[in-house]
């Protein structure tokens, strides 16, 4: 039992530390001397619980994965709109990836070394797809902006919110000068909610 | 005379064999051998031209720069409105990431080896933020948005356009069903441009 314990707890060790590994250096950059470094456990531990890189890469990427869909289970339904349920969606998945090495480098890794069964996105491509068909349905968007657009656009926010927590997390902390990526990713959907060429400053709104 | 052109010939192949190396592999994983095989030349010879992987990934960073630098230099400015050019400009980003392999060698390397000098971004953001400055001094933009916005959403959008024209690289050539890089961001500035919420479809317009 007590041995058990020691196994779990060394495995979580190896698993966090790996995740802040493949996260700043990749697959191929991450060094495994270094990740039992920062873990505090030997080389021979290591081997004992991943018999390979890809082993422990996919075991982040479980973990990454599983966060994500325990953090999305837990956003409040309720009475919230599809379109703003969908957004903060999005906003979430920013603050993950901001907060959490094992969601960034689960969203790296998928890139990395494309697997369907871990691929990140499959932890909340899905969701998505239904808010905006739903937004959709329910008469919330324009009729010319089709649910699989904004789908496509959410990608492409979560994208950049993806790189902005990475250069975030390299930078050192003590110069926050620029908004995170959950305010950049909040300040794009008020822009793109409201469309950038409405009543220009010449005219009267 | 022939032998310098034959070293400057050589020098190019490896260039080229490297950027898709650089593109598809990244920096760590990138393969000097696999460079060599795809260039037709010997180790010996790539190490006489570029003496460490950082100087082979400096020259296509390097070029990567200098195409992007050329072909936006290239695009008509004119009458077109300060906006429009500014979508221009994003567009042909797309175009270049779907064609380059040096381009889009130059933007994933300066994410994984930062270097102001080397930077990608250097060669296009500067031309965004003026003329994103302009439109917004002409009343073309809604004043609520501002120029450093649609500087922030128009690096989202060459991410997304970035990693969807990897993807398109790594597929087979005989399955090309979803739209392309530059398809896509056209699509997002059209929904942009016009906002989402717009009349619904519930009310008249």
Redesign the interface.
């Known amino acids: 039992m007590t041995r058990q314990l020691r196994a779990v707890r060394t495995r979580q060790a190896l698993v966090t530390a790996a995740a802040s590994e493949f996260d700043r250096?990749?697959?191929?950059?991450a060094a495994l001397n270094r990740v039992c470094r920062a873990a505090g456990i030997t080389m021979g531990a290591l081997t004992f619980h991943f018999a390979t890189k890809g082993e422990l890469a996919s075991a982040v990427q479980m973990q990454g994965l599983a966060i994500t869909r325990a953090a999305l289970a837990d956003l409040p339904a309720g009475r919230v709109p599809a379109?703003h349920r969908a957004i903060d969606v999005t906003l979430e998945l920013a603050r993950l990836l901001e907060e959490e090495p094992a969601v960034r480098s689960a969203a790296r890794l998928s890139?990395?070394r494309?697997d369907e069964d871990l691929a990140w996105s499959m932890s909340w491509i899905a969701a998505l797809q239904d808010l905006f068909g739903q937004a959709y349905r329910d008469?919330?968007?324009?009729?010319?902006?089709r649910p699989e657009?904004?789908a496509?656009?959410s990608?492409?926010?979560i994208?950049?919110a993806e790189?902005r927590a990475?250069a975030e997390g390299?930078r050192s902390g003590s110069e926050p000068r620029e908004p995170g990526a959950v305010e950049?990713v909040r300040?794009?959907w008020g822009?793109?909610?409201?469309?950038?060429?409405?009543?220009?400053?010449?005219?009267p709104a």
Do not use: K, N, W
């Not at 250096?25 to 950059?29: I, K, T, V």
């Not at 008469?139 to 902006?145: D, K, M, R, S």
């Not at 793109?192 to 010449?202: A, F, L, T, V, Y």
């Open positions: 250096s990749g697959y191929a950059g379109l890139r990395e494309p008469g919330q968007l324009h009729a010319a902006v657009d904004l496509t656009l990608r492409f926010l994208l950049g790189d990475r390299s950049e300040q794009m822009i793109i909610q409201r469309g950038i060429c409405g009543p220009s400053r010449g005219e």
